[in-house]
C-alpha cells in the first residue's frame, strides 16, 4: 500500500498547492492506497486553508432512479409497494452516500466534515470553505447553480482524479444546466422532515453523463498545445492522475455540449444515463 508521504509528494509533484479547493473523484484500488492514507495525504498538501470536496450522491431514496427500476425489475405491484413503503428516507447526518467509493465515505464521516442538503446529490468537504461552499443546496437543483457546484465554479477550484476518468466529472454537469433548451423530468424522493418520511417531486435537469468520456478528451485536446497546460497529468500511488480547473472544464463543456448534442434530447433518450447520479 502506498503510504501518506509518498501520496503527498505526488500530490505537490502534480500541482496541487496550499489553500487550494479540490473537488476529488478517486479510485482507492487503482491508487493503492487507503482512504484513510488518501486523505491525511490530501489535508497535508492543501494545508490548513485548503478545503477537500467529495460527491456524496444517494440514488435509493428515488422511485425516478435507474438504481430503483433495476431493484423492482422483477417484483409484483405488492411488492413493490411494500419496498417503497421501506425505503429509507434522504437523512444528510446518516446517510451513506452510493457508488462514490470510500474516499467520499471517508470525507462524509470525517470529525469537521460538512454535507450539503440535496436528498439525491449531495456533496461533502472538509476543510477551511467547507460550510461556504456546503450552504444553500436548493433542493430542486441537483447540480447547476444553486448547487455546491455553482460555489465551486465562483471559488475557482480545481478537480483532481486519482485514478478515474472523465466518465465521473461532475463539474460537467453543471454545463448542461447552461446549454440552452435542457431537456428536463420529474424527479421522486423519500426525505425526512421533522422525523417523519416525506415524499417530495420536482423538476429539473435530465442529466446525462453517458458522453463525458468524449467530452474530457476534447477538453484535453483543446489544451494540448498550451505552453502552461490547463490539464496537468502525473502519476500518484498505482493511479493515473489529473489537476484541472472547474471554471475552464465547465466552460469549454457548455460549447462542446451545445455543438454535440442534439436540442433538446439525450444521447440516450432511455435515461439509462448518468449512471453514478440517478
Not at 509528494?9 to 492514507?37: D, I, K, Y
Not at 447526518?93 to 470510500?102: D, I, K
Not at 475552464?248 to 454535440?260: I, K, M, P, Q
Request: net charge neutral.
Amino acid at each position: 500500500m502506498t503510504d501518506v508521504r509518498s501520496l503527498t509528494e505526488g500530490l505537490e509533484r502534480l500541482g496541487v498547492r496550499p489553500g487550494a479547493t479540490l473537488l476529488v473523484h478517486a479510485s482507492m484500488r487503482r491508487l493503492g492506497a487507503a482512504p484513510e492514507a488518501a486523505l491525511t495525504a490530501l489535508l497535508d498538501a492543501l494545508g490548513p486553508e485548503g478545503t477537500v470536496v467529495v460527491p456524496t450522491f444517494t440514488a435509493g431514496n428515488s422511485d425516478t432512479s435507474r438504481a430503483f427500476r433495476e431493484a423492482t425489475r422483477h417484483m409484483t405491484r405488492r411488492q413493490r409497494h411494500a419496498y417503497l413503503a421501506e425505503m429509507p428516507p434522504f437523512d444528510p447526518a446518516v446517510t451513506p452516500s452510493e457508488g462514490m467509493g470510500q474516499l467520499a465515505e471517508s470525507v462524509r464521516c470525517a470529525r469537521g466534515a460538512v454535507r450539503s442538503g440535496h436528498p439525491q446529490t449531495s456533496f461533502a468537504a472538509l476543510g477551511a470553505r467547507a460550510a461556504d461552499l456546503m450552504a444553500g443546496h436548493d433542493e430542486t437543483c441537483h447540480l447547476g447553480r444553486r448547487s455546491p457546484l455553482g460555489r465551486l465554479y465562483d471559488a475557482r477550484a480545481q478537480v483532481l482524479f486519482l485514478g478515474v476518468g472523465y466518465e465521473t466529472c461532475s463539474a460537467f454537469h453543471l454545463a448542461e444546466y447552461r446549454v440552452d433548451s435542457a431537456p428536463r423530468k420529474e424527479y421522486r424522493c423519500v426525505v425526512l422532515r421533522d422525523g417523519v418520511r416525506h415524499w417530495m417531486s420536482y423538476k429539473d435537469v435530465d442529466l446525462d453523463d453517458e458522453d463525458f468520456g468524449a467530452l474530457g478528451a476534447a477538453f484535453e485536446e483543446c489544451h494540448s498545445p498550451a505552453a502552461e497546460p490547463v490539464v496537468r497529468r502525473g502519476r500518484i500511488g498505482r493511479a493515473d492522475a489529473r489537476l484541472f480547473p472547474v471554471r475552464e472544464a465547465v466552460d469549454f463543456a457548455v460549447t462542446w455540449l451545445t455543438g454535440n448534442r442534439p436540442p433538446g434530447l439525450h444521447t440516450d433518450p432511455s435515461q439509462n444515463a448518468a449512471r453514478f447520479l440517478h
